[in-house]
């Protein structure tokens, strides 16, 4: 899977930066019986659903030259949204000070999730302020870490 991301990131790459946005994440699953192949684009002040159809417009023909993808599948192009997942390195550094969600894949004291605020992110340890005291959590460990939306 991580070949076909790679594959979508370089083609997406000069697409996205003409149109004045930048990649925040690319996604290859199965959902159900189907296969998505998801961009997530962002830029200062979020992005628009006509910055999202312009830059899906103009990547569908050149996805058509990976043809080591053998299933059919739907490609899709959106924003990362407010409870966006963290997942690279520079998106710890961007959200550092914000409240963040790590729901763990075995309990940490007990616990699977934890919010707390972002306090640190280095060599793939997750640093956060949770219950006045701070926290240290591998980020192999997590299966899902996420900005926190309140309403």
């Known amino acids: 899977m991580a070949k076909i991301d790679e594959a979508l990131e370089k083609i997406a790459l000069d697409v996205c930066q003409r149109h004045g946005v930048y990649i925040y994440e690319t996604e290859y699953k199965k959902e159900g019986s189907e296969y998505f192949l998801r961009l997530f684009i962002d830029k200062e002040g979020g992005v628009t659903i006509e910055d999202c159809e312009n830059?899906?417009?103009?990547?569908?023909?050149?996805?058509?030259?990976?043809?080591?993808?053998?299933?059919?599948?739907?490609?899709?192009?959106?924003?990362?949204?407010?409870?966006?997942?963290?997942?690279?390195?520079?998106?710890?550094?961007?959200?550092?000070?914000?409240?963040?969600?790590?729901?763990?894949?075995?309990?940490?004291d007990g616990k699977k999730e934890f919010s707390g605020i972002l306090k640190g992110y280095n060599d793939g340890i997750i640093t956060i302020e949770t219950e006045g005291k701070e926290i240290q959590i591998e980020k192999q460990k997590a299966a899902s870490v996420r900005l926190a939306f309140k309403f």
């Not at 030259?65 to 550094?93: C, M, Q």
Request: net charge negative.
């Open 55 to 108: 830059v899906s417009r103009e990547i569908s023909p050149l996805l058509d030259n990976l043809t080591f993808i053998k299933e059919a599948y739907i490609f899709e192009v959106s924003s990362p949204g407010i409870d966006r997942v963290l997942s690279r390195d520079w998106h710890f550094e961007k959200v550092m000070g914000e409240e963040i969600e790590i729901k763990l894949f075995a309990p940490l």
